[in-house]
Each structure stands twice: as structure tokens, then as C-alpha cells.
């Protein structure tokens, strides 16, 4: 009965350094989604993947951000290049299908851009 | 522009003093309204999904309803380990991206 789970927790990396980011959703999960929370903001949508596929990479911010899914299952966001504005929470969340129902979500990775 | 606000931004209860979150939302078409717990470091926790004016759902103190513009999350006699943020977010027709408020910070004082 393991949750969505996300690693690392903590990444604390330099301005202009490539940064990965992992999840790993619920089992059975199709739809996967990234978010990215600052303090005290809401969360931002960044992409969604049914499946492998992202039919929505709407909410990038730029091109520096990219995102994959392999496998129907784990997914890793990437941030290349990285600028200080890129620090926040980063949240994975994943849901049995799209458009239906809540989201599961991960603990979450720090990130920090110093 | 679809839209979801929540208020008030933070409500402190005492123990036991019952209170309302509100959630109004401006939206082209509403195809679920979804109510989140968080707490610090944490992710989001799932808590109910709503799909049409009229419903309600509840779990232990907890108990959320909808309008065709608002939801409520009412906390009835309230506990210390209730204090969190709550996150209210809408999926809209022809869309499958969840737009999230900013959440109410609430604290129960024991």
C-alpha cells in the first residue's frame, strides 16, 4: 500500500546547475501530475501525463523545464539551468485516471537555488 | 479567466468552536471541486470530491458542501489536530488541469 513517493527530498544545487527530479506514483496510476508550490502561494500546475504521453505541458514555465514519463510509472522532471526563482517545493501527484476524482500526492522536493 | 478563491486567509478556533472555510470559485464549467488537507512539509491529502450543486460529504468533523458558486468546509467542534492549511481546488470542463486556491490556515487552540 505504498503512496506516491518522491525523491529527493532536499536538493540544494547552484544557479546554472541541472537539477532532477523524481516520482514514483501509486501502481495503476495512469494519470500523473507535477506542481510546483512557493510559500505561501497556491499550487502551480506545470504538466500532466496519461499514461507516457503529456498532453498538457501548459503550466512550464520555460524551456528549461522538461518532464518524461516512462513505463506508464515513474516520471522525472528536469530543470536545466537552474535560476534562483526556481526554488520551491516541487509536488508529484498521481490518480487512477484523468479528470476524475482527487489526487494522491508525494511528500514533495525542497529545492533550493542558491 | 477560471478562477478559485478561498477565505479567510487564516482562522485561529478555539477547541471545540465550530467555523466555516469558504471556497467560491468562477468557472466556464464545473466538473468536480476537490477539498485537500495540508500540513507543513507534507503533500496535499486527499479529503472529498464534490461534482454538483446540492451535494455534501462527510468525514468525522468534517463536512463540506456545494453551491453552484461556492463550496463550504465546515469544522464542527474542532480539534488541535485539525490545525492545518486546506486547500480547495476545481476541475473545469474540457481540461484536465486542477486549479488550485491558496488555502486557509487553520489553527485549533487547544
Known amino acids: 500500500g505504498a503512496g506516491v513517493s518522491q525523491s ?16 514514483d506514483p501509486i501502481s495503476g496510476h495512469t494519470a500523473l501530475y ?18 507516457n ?6 503550466g512550464l514555465p520555460s524551456d528549461r523545464f522538461s518532464a518524461e514519463r516512462t513505463g506508464g510509472s515513474v516520471s522525472t522532471l528536469t530543470i536545466q539551468r537552474t535560476q534562483q526563482e526556481d526554488s520551491a517545493v516541487y509536488l508529484c501527484a498521481s ?7 482527487g489526487q ?4 514533495g522536493t525542497r529545492l533550493t537555488v542558491l | ?15 471545540g468552536e465550530s467555523s466555516s472555510l469558504n471556497c467560491s470559485y468562477t468557472v466556464s464549467g464545473l466538473r468536480g471541486l476537490f477539498w485537500y488537507r495540508q500540513d507543513p512539509g507534507k503533500g496535499p491529502e486527499f479529503l472529498f470530491t464534490l461534482y454538483s450543486a446540492g451535494e455534501e460529504k462527510e ?3 468534517l463536512k463540506a458542501t456545494l453551491t453552484k458558486k461556492e463550496s463550504f468546509l465546515h469544522i464542527t467542534a474542532p480539534k488541535p489536530e485539525d490545525s492545518a492549511t486546506y486547500l480547495c481546488a476545481v476541475l473545469t470542463s474540457g481540461t484536465y488541469k486542477y486549479i488550485f486556491g491558496t488555502g486557509t490556515r487553520l489553527k485549533v487552540l487547544a
Open chain 1, 8 to 23: 529527493p527530498s532536499n536538493k540544494v544545487t547552484e544557479k546554472g546547475k541541472d537539477v532532477e527530479l523524481r516520482c
Open chain 1, 104 to 107: 494522491f500526492f508525494g511528500p
Open chain 1, 95 to 101: 490518480s487512477p485516471t484523468t479528470g476524475q476524482g
Open chain 2, 1 to 15: 479567466e477560471d478562477q478559485v478563491t478561498q477565505s479567510p486567509e487564516a482562522l485561529r478556533l478555539q477547541e
Open chain 1, 34 to 51: 507535477w506542481y510546483r508550490q512557493s510559500l505561501g502561494q497556491g499550487l502551480e500546475f506545470l504538466i500532466y501525463f496519461q499514461g
Open chain 1, 53 to 58: 504521453s503529456a498532453p498538457d505541458k501548459s
Open chain 2, 59 to 61: 468525514k468525522e468533523r
